[in-house]
């Protein structure tokens, strides 16, 4: 009895084991459930958004085209429902890509500005009347704001900017960094954007230099040339004409700034025609050195050389208007800029047809992402991160094993009963045996 005792006592603690383990585990798929039932109702008010965004689709269909006209298109759309379906992504893909960009201006000049509407607007019509596609447009946008100008000033250079580049084969970064460091550094204003641009483009064109070579010289000269009164164009002219003389990039920047260096104070005193006076009545090479040492030396004996070649540019310059619009269209008058531009206006196309369907889009993906994010919390409620997983998944094993033990031990109950049965009986089996050999003896000897 006492072994049969045990084995009942043991039965019930790993019952109790079994049990708590079983309601850990019971409490935890609760958990799960709840939270995929909330996420199930989240899931399902997004999918009535969507039901009533796709019948709103509808019905504007119907207004647009006549309803057996929008049958053909279904049935045709389901003949090529792949390709369908590929352009629909193409176009929210275009539109995504421009949306991303134009939210990289928002973030910059404030989401809240009345005028991103307005620049949003701008870059759509500059991508379909330019080389450069609206997303390319916008991007030009974020680079002028990060150059600190405001959004109407954004809006200004802009278009200045989409010209500069195409006519002086820049991206667009290069051409936006060099027309707002020669706004800045010349202390000119925003609204001299297209003079800018336009002036680099005529120098480009009349002298031995490019707009990127113009664009290293100035950020060296213009701060200095600027607060002492030059105009850009003289500035230009200058720089123009040393590059002619093989000064080129940082070398004609870094040499005119040694020379307005050296003579700010002459320069302050008696106007910019103080270096146009040395110039014209000229400098020894000796006296060169000795004024503006190394790195000014060669540019000025360079410009007393070349002085006509300064004056003739310097005219050319102040009649530069629209240089650089003439020069963007002449480079794109071909097929490579036709196909460009082509280009340009196909990813319009796909954005005006990728903002309609965007909504749509989002929705759904709201939907599949409110999911994922519900089960990976539903998950996450159950298994736990880190310590706590492990030992949340060491109760649900440890569960397994009260199970399996429990059976194990009822196993090895009933086989201890049922030894201790066959003990029973065979001692039966020896007492019969042990009457029936005393009954033999006494029978033997009785008879």
Known sequence: MAVVKNILVNIKARSDKLASGLRASSSLLGKFARKMSNAFDRIGKRVNKLRRRLKKFRKRLNKTFSPNMV??????????????VAAAVNAVRHFAKFEHQMSGVAAIVGKNNTRLGEMKELALELGKSTKFTA??????????ARAGFNAQE???????VLSLAA?????????ADITAQIIRGMGLEVTDATRVTDVLAQTAAKANTDVSMLGQAFSHVSPVAGA????????????GTLSDAGLQADRAGTGLKAILSEMASEIEANGVSALDDLIDRGISVADAFAKFGKRGAPAIL???????NTGKLVTELMNAEGAAEEMAETKMDNLVGSLQILKSAWE???????EQLAPTIRVIVEVMSEFFTAASDAFGAVVGGGEKAVLTSQQVVSSLFVVIDTFVGIYNGIK??????MGVINGVKMIFAGALRLSSVLLSTLF
């Open 302 to 308: 360079a410009l007393k050389n070349m002085r006509d």
């Open 167 to 175: 006519a002086g084969g820049l991206e667009l970064a290069e051409a």
């Open 228 to 239: 002492l009164g030059m105009s850009l164009e003289h500035t230009a002219a200058l720089l």
């Open 135 to 144: 997303t390319e447009a916008a991007q030009g946008m974020e680079l002028l």
């Open 348 to 354: 319009n196309i796909n954005i005006t047809i990728g």
């Open 416 to 421: 201890r009963t049922a030894n201790f049965a």
């Open 154 to 160: 954004v809006m200004a250079a802009t278009p200045a």
């Open 71 to 84: 049958r053909n298109v279904m049935r045709f759309g389901a003949v090529l429902g792949g390709v369908v």
